[in-house]
């Protein structure tokens, strides 16, 4: 059986505050993306606020073709992009999990996920850890509620430009402790400049009916 034929969405905001000494700048950058599993399409929207003031907005879908992906870009500017064949970001989250069920320990992925101007794929690199358990002190086990007791992976990602060459540098590396279902805690966004901690404050579990 395949996966149901339906829109998994998903959002996230990530807000940061940076203060110079000489003056305070408030970024917030806002997603929201839809993703049919079954069909292969993927619905994004993006808006990023520099102190409260909308400075950019990026609108699109994207659909898997024989021969790639097709990017439907509504704004900013309404133009059609054709790339190569990539995964969606839930497509490639459940991959990650089925490699590392199988012990993959490094594999590549190309993903397109509406980042940016929304034109382009990403290159990934994924390292995966042996699966493990939590154990005393360990980050974010006491908010996992009954997660804490599953045993789960440590996983890093880096992403790279898709045109990169040679010992290209990656755009930013995300390290983070994966569960079989697919939640994630101690996180851990290197940009190279500097680096962003995230820790779980809560999970709440739904049950199946409270899903549809």
């Known amino acids: 059986m395949g996966p149901p034929a339906r829109d998994i969405p998903s959002v996230s905001r990530f807000v940061t505050k940076v203060d110079t000494g000489e003056e305070v700048k408030l970024t917030d950058q806002q997603t929201t993306t839809y993703e049919d599993l079954k069909n292969g399409n993927f619905r994004f929207l993006t808006?990023?606020?520099?102190?409260?003031?909308?400075?950019?907005?990026?609108?699109?879908?994207?659909?898997?073709?024989?021969?790639?992906?097709?990017?439907?870009?509504?704004?900013?500017?309404?133009?059609?992009?054709?790339?190569?064949?990539?995964?969606?970001?839930?497509?490639?989250?459940?991959?990650v999990i089925d490699r590392a069920k199988k012990g993959e320990k490094l594999f590549e992925s190309r993903i397109f996920d509406g980042s940016d101007a929304g034109d382009k794929t990403l290159i990934t690199t994924t390292m995966i850890g042996k699966p493990q358990n939590a154990v005393a002190g360990d980050a974010d086990a006491d908010k996992a509620g009954a997660m804490a007791a599953k045993p789960y992976w440590p996983v890093t990602?880096?992403?790279?430009?898709?045109?990169?060459?040679?010992?290209?540098?990656?755009?930013?590396?995300?390290?983070?402790?994966?569960?079989?279902?697919?939640?994630?805690?101690?996180?851990?966004?290197?940009?190279?400049?500097?680096?962003?901690?995230?820790?779980?404050?809560?999970?709440?579990?739904f049950k199946q009916e409270e899903c549809k």
């Open 157 to 205: 990602i880096s992403y790279f430009n898709d045109n990169a060459t040679g010992d290209a540098l990656p755009i930013y590396r995300m390290e983070f402790k994966l569960y079989e279902n697919g939640i994630t805690h101690d996180l851990t966004m290197d940009y190279g400049d500097f680096v962003l901690a995230g820790k779980l404050a809560d999970l709440e579990v």
């Open 47 to 95: 808006r990023s606020f520099t102190d409260e003031k909308l400075d950019k907005e990026v609108r699109g879908s994207a659909h898997e073709a024989k021969q790639g992906l097709t990017v439907d870009l509504t704004s900013p500017d309404k133009r059609k992009v054709d790339l190569a064949q990539g995964l969606f970001p839930t497509e490639h989250m459940l991959d």
